[in-house]
């Protein structure tokens, strides 16, 4: 989803940060699946909010995941890249369940995106039991919403991204393996197969 078309983020300014420096913050960590010493690592930056986020990780990351995480071909890293207000408390959110917890939060949040973001309702209520549902209590969930520490570790995170990899849409990803590849956009598995192993080969 094009930046331009989501809202801007009414955030204090950020603080200049090494790009995707690890931070001291265990909340901040790499989050992703497959295998470390994978012959390709593939970064996908992605807001929960956003549809075509949504669609890539209902049709073409189930095939992803089969054909070439569980066998070793390639590791995957999601790195937050909210677009709005809600996206950036998902994230929070999601970043303060246990590591183990992330992927299922997440897959969750972004195959039910009408039930939460898209609600007639109060989508931070929403949000709150799907958290339950997560295991966090509600009395954590407030407090990790009111962690304005966090919403701006997640923010700086996004600023590096966005500066050292030109994203202008998400979900956007960046393909590492002899060569790199960058590519924007909801994709076939077919396209995401392609560009592991142009990666891959060099």
């Known amino acids: 989803?094009?930046?331009?078309?989501?809202?801007?983020?009414?955030?204090?300014?950020?603080?200049?940060?090494?790009?995707?420096?690890?931070?001291?913050?265990?909340?901040?960590a790499d989050r992703g699946t497959g295998r470390p010493d994978a012959p390709v690592t593939v970064?996908?930056?992605?807001?929960?909010?956003?549809s075509h986020c949504a669609a890539f990780h209902q049709n073409t990351f189930?095939?992803?995941?089969?054909?070439?995480?569980?066998?070793?071909?390639?590791?995957?890293v999601w790195v937050d890249f909210p677009l709005d207000q809600l996206a950036l408390a998902g994230a929070c959110v999601a970043r303060s369940l246990p590591p183990e917890r992330y992927e299922g939060f997440i897959s969750a949040l972004?195959?039910?995106?009408?039930?939460?973001a898209f609600t007639r309702g109060?989508?931070?209520?929403?949000?709150?039991?799907?958290?339950?549902?997560?295991?966090?209590?509600?009395?954590k969930y407030d407090e990790v919403l009111a962690d304005d520490g966090l919403k701006r570790a997640i923010l700086t995170q996004r600023q590096a991204a966005e500066q050292q990899f030109?994203?202008?849409?998400?979900?956007?990803?960046?393909?590492?393996?002899?060569?790199?590849?960058?590519?924007s956009g909801d994709m076939p598995f077919d396209r995401f197969k392609q560009l592991v192993e142009e990666a891959r080969r060099g």
């Open 166 to 183: 030109n994203i202008s849409a998400t979900p956007s990803f960046s393909f590492r393996g002899r060569k790199t590849v960058n590519q």
């Open 110 to 116: 972004l195959a039910n995106q009408d039930r939460w």
């Open 62 to 76: 189930p095939m992803v995941k089969r054909d070439l995480i569980e066998t070793g071909a390639l590791r995957l």
């Open 122 to 139: 109060d989508p931070r209520e929403e949000l709150a039991k799907m958290a339950a549902l997560a295991g966090m209590s509600r009395g």
């Open 43 to 50: 970064t996908e930056f992605y807001s929960l909010t956003c």
């Open 1 to 28: 989803m094009p930046l331009s078309r989501r809202l801007i983020l009414a955030m204090p300014a950020l603080a200049a940060a090494p790009a995707l420096a690890q931070p001291a913050d265990p909340r901040l």
